[in-house]
């Protein structure tokens, strides 16, 4: 609980009343990542940018996630007249009341029938991202134009139903989509929307542009338009920032650009938090050689020491203890958060590990069996200077640990669209980003989510990772509605995790929102929609 005990929140000008904001120009945000596609619900659609970006700013949603402080709830969207009716027994049954003056960007309502068509996509289609919660789903009743009744199949219950029709998807358009290839349709960016922007274009490798949603029935978008300007280079993004090239930046934090936010820098406001909704960590292939010798898994844990890292990454933002739970910060309460805490150093448990289990080490110092030496590639993305020192850090103390360690770095896209997903890896380091307010790890961890032909390569266990103890309890957490029983499966599921050392957390990736004291509004991070869930209300100052 130490990061959790920092609770760092460093505010600086976080807001501005609505009468300094001007009406109208342009801005220009800086991107540290593009994403593979726009089909919010297929595999393609894993970058956080991406959902940050087009997503939040021009998908209708169910419920969207408030943040007071520290805390965060669930709020009905302008799309509902209100709090939907939730019915548990017999069955599960979710009455949604839909706003009459809800409207798709051409002026069609939005109805029940795109709530029918979003789940039906979702549970029958192939290639979709995480179908958990929709495929329990038996039937969507589209009668009622202004009134959807969502109906769970007898014996299923789904606990985050709050998260349905929102989250990283969003509500699709049945009169724009329907009998349509929806991939062709959405992939390449698409030009409805039901929020208060629309995407002008999608220029690949250069920019996203937004424009106001016109028959948004919401308060309308300050700005005529909003450029993300792809800066995959951290170092370039920070120069680009303070030279004026663009006026807002969310960068990973990198040990430099820390310094200098310490020091001070003119004209700038700044929000950093480390109770995020972020898990970077050491994920580990577990059915590829080395790694699927859990063996191997659990010298890794005693192979690092995770808190040299994090101290010397995130010392100047608090941060100095790695994280211990797939579960972030802001799910914490639901989390053993000490679960991973047995992960330190320790090379003489390293060495009495791998020889129980038939390893020796070579005349060049490096683990072998069989033949083979303990060597694997670690992958992460390009441009980011903070994550290659990673890489480079930990390259240095497998090596100490007797694993030889190469780094290979790769676009986002080319990362998260096609390598994870098809298990193209041995070690990574990125971060899970939750986007609902609620535990669920049964998409990233149980069997039936390891992306294959039998499930039509759906799902995000891209670490390969098959605990059949674990399944049960991880399959809870999705559909228990009491919350006792809830955070108790979730914690013994974590326990299971950790004792297989499917992969290995390292820290909670701490959030920086930087903006130009000439951008304007009341800005301010959002762990689980992200920076740009308001950005209809940021503007310049008059």
């Given at each position: ?7 760092l929140?460093v ?7 609505s009468?300094s904001?001007a009406?109208g120009?342009?801005?220009v945000?800086?991107a540290e ?6 089909d919010?619900?297929?595999?393609c659609?894993?970058?956080s940018?991406?959902?940050w970006?087009?997503?939040i700013?021009t998908?209708p949603?169910?419920?969207?996630i408030a943040?007071s402080?520290d805390?965060y ?7 509902l007249t ?9 069955t599960?049954t979710?009455?949604y ?9 051409d002026?069609t ?7 029918q068509?979003t ?7 192939s290639d979709?991202y995480?179908?958990?919660?929709y495929?329990?789903i038996?039937?969507?009743d589209?009668s009622?134009?202004q ?7 007898e014996?299923t219950?789904?606990a985050?139903?709050k998260g ?5 998807y ?9 009998d349509?290839?929806r991939?062709?349709v ?12 629309v ?13 106001p ?9 300050k700005?005529?338009?909003v ?8 170092t370039s993004?920070f ?5 004026g090239e ?7 934090p990198?040990?430099d ?13 700044k929000?950093?938090?480390a109770?995020t ?6 994920w ?11 063996a ?14 994090v101290k010397?990454?995130f010392?100047?933002l608090?941060v100095?203890e ?5 579960d972030?910060?802001v799910?914490?309460p639901?989390?053993?958060t ?7 150093k320790?090379?003489?448990?390293v060495s ?5 289990a038939?390893?020796?080490?070579g005349?060049?110092?490096i683990?072998a ?5 303990l060597?694997f ?8 200077a903070?994550r290659?020192?990673?890489a480079e850090t ?14 290979d770095?790769q676009?986002?896209?080319t990362?998260?669209?096609d390598l994870?997903?098809a298990?193209d ?9 939750a ?7 049964c998409v990233?961890?149980?069997s ?7 499930n039509d390569n759906s799902g995000q266990n ?5 605990i059949?103890?674990?399944d ?6 999705d ?7 809830r955070?108790?499966?979730?914690k013994?599921?974590?326990?299971l995790?950790?004792a297989d050392f ?6 909670p990736?701490p959030n920086i ?8 509004g009341p800005i ?6 992200g920076p ?7 503007g310049?100052?008059?």
């Open positions: 609980m130490a990061v959790l005990g920092v609770a929140v505010l600086a000008g976080c807001t501005s009343k009468s904001v009406s120009g342009s801005l945000i800086g990542q593009e994403p593979d596609c726009m919010w619900i297929a595999s659609s894993g970058s940018w991406g959902f970006m087009a997503n700013t998908m949603r169910a419920f969207n943040r402080g805390t709830s669930y709020k009905p969207s302008s799309v209100g709090e939907p009716k939730l019915v548990t027994s017999p599960q979710i009455t009341s839909i706003n009459p003056k809800a409207v798709w960007s002026g309502p939005i109805t029940s029938a795109d709530f068509y789940w039906d996509q979702i549970k029958n289609g979709i995480d179908q958990t919660g495929k329990d038996a039937s969507v589209a009622d134009p009134t959807a009744v969502v109906t769970f199949e014996g219950q789904f985050s139903w349905l029709f929102g989250g990283g969003g509500i699709l358009p049945s009169h724009i989509l329907k349509q290839d991939a062709a959405m992939a390449d960016g698409y030009t409805f929307s039901g929020g208060p922007w995407i002008d274009s999608w220029e690949k490798g250069v920019s996203i542009v937004l424009k949603n016109q028959n948004y029935w919401g308060d309308k978008p700005l005529d338009q450029t993300f300007k792809f800066v995959a280079d951290t993004e120069q680009a920032f303070k030279a663009v006026s807002a930046i969310y960068p990973q990198q040990v650009a820390v310094q200098q936010i310490n020091a001070g820098l003119s004209g700038v406001n929000e950093i938090t109770n909704a972020n898990v970077e960590a050491m580990i292939n577990n059915a590829a050689a080395p790694f699927d010798d859990r191997v898994r659990e010298a890794v844990c005693y192979a690092v020491d995770r808190n040299a890292v010397a990454l010392g100047g608090g100095t790695a994280w211990n739970s797939f972030p910060p799910l914490a639901y989390s053993d000490k679960a991973f805490a047995g992960c330190t320790d090379l003489a448990k009495s590990v791998l020889t129980a038939g390893w020796a080490k005349a060049d110092g683990w069996k069989d033949g083979e030496r060597s590639t670690f992958r992460t993305t390009s441009g980011n903070r290659q020192l990673t930990l390259q240095t103390q497998f090596a100490d640990a007797g694993m030889s360690m190469s780094i770095t676009k986002a896209g990362l998260f669209g994870l997903p298990g890896f041995q070690m990574a380091l990125y971060a899970q980003v986007t609902t307010f609620d535990p669920g790890n990233l961890f149980c039936t989510n390891i992306p294959s032909e039998a891209w670490t390969r990772t098959d059949p103890a674990a049960p309890l991880l399959s809870a957490v559909t228990e509605l009491d919350e006792a029983a955070t108790k499966a979730n013994e599921s974590m326990a995790l950790a499917t992969s290995i957390p390292l820290d990736l929102l930087l903006w130009s004291d000439k951008v304007v301010s991070d959002n762990g689980l929609e740009f869930w308001n950005l209809h209300q940021w310049l100052k008059k």
